[in-house]
């Protein structure tokens, strides 16, 4: 057998292995070694055709491959950071500043959920909660992803508040894109739904 037979053999078990593979980045890993199984052939014969098209498919798989890395490192750091402080610089392109006086009724309760809300300065009250929110702070993102999409909860201004809002389309459309964003999402509202949990179950247990 010859060496461009070999190569080719080769290329070709690399290529049938990689369908094979029950996850992208081994599929990739494989697509990769088949590529330069392509591009050594193309050397060997020698066969300018195939040569570039080994160092087309050999581009494409490395780009792809180190796409993919990059997303399974953004879930890591997403769910690895789930307690981290908040921080919206990346998030800054999609948001509009409000301003709005003490006392402005931002939604109530059983309203369309058109929006999320991050507080730049004051403070926000939630009444069926009992709760007021400050600086710092992201809300409204529950009503967004709710089979509904209504507000669980009326929202009012305690202070004079300048607030940064992100429209319920765009914040459904970065979910969908960015797992790091997904991720981070989920946490904040499993973080709220078990403490208005704790809160009812203390309500519960309080004598009288």
């Not at 800054?92 to 939604?107: D, N, Q, T």
């Not at 809300?117 to 939630?126: C, D, E, T």
């Amino acid at each position: 057998m010859t060496l461009q037979e070999i190569l080719g053999y080769l290329a070709l078990v690399f290529l049938i292995a990689s369908f094979a593979m029950p996850t992208i980045v081994w599929l990739r890993g494989l697509a990769l070694a088949s590529t330069l199984a392509i591009i050594a052939y193309g050397i060997v014969v020698p066969h300018y055709a195939v040569l570039a098209i080994g160092v087309v498919l050999l581009a494409v798989n490395l780009f792809r491959l180190v796409q993919i890395r990059r997303l399974v490192a953004s879930v890591g750091a997403a769910t690895a950071g789930a307690e981290a402080p908040i921080t919206i610089d990346w998030l800054l392109p999609y948001m509009h500043p409000v301003a709005l006086p003490k006392g402005h009724i931002l939604f109530r309760k059983g309203d369309i959920a058109d929006a999320m809300y991050f507080i730049s300065h004051g403070r926000v009250r939630f009444d069926e909660f009992d709760i007021e929110i400050g600086k710092g702070s992201l809300f409204g993102e529950i009503g967004i992803f709710s089979l509904d999409r209504l507000r669980t909860a009326s929202a009012s201004c305690v202070d004079d508040c300048s607030l940064l809002m992100v429209p319920a389309e765009k914040v459904r459309e970065l979910y969908y894109q960015n797992p790091e964003f997904g991720f981070f999402l989920v946490g904040v509202i499993t973080r709220r739904l078990t403490e208005d949990l704790e809160k009812l179950a203390s309500a519960r247990a309080a004598p009288g």
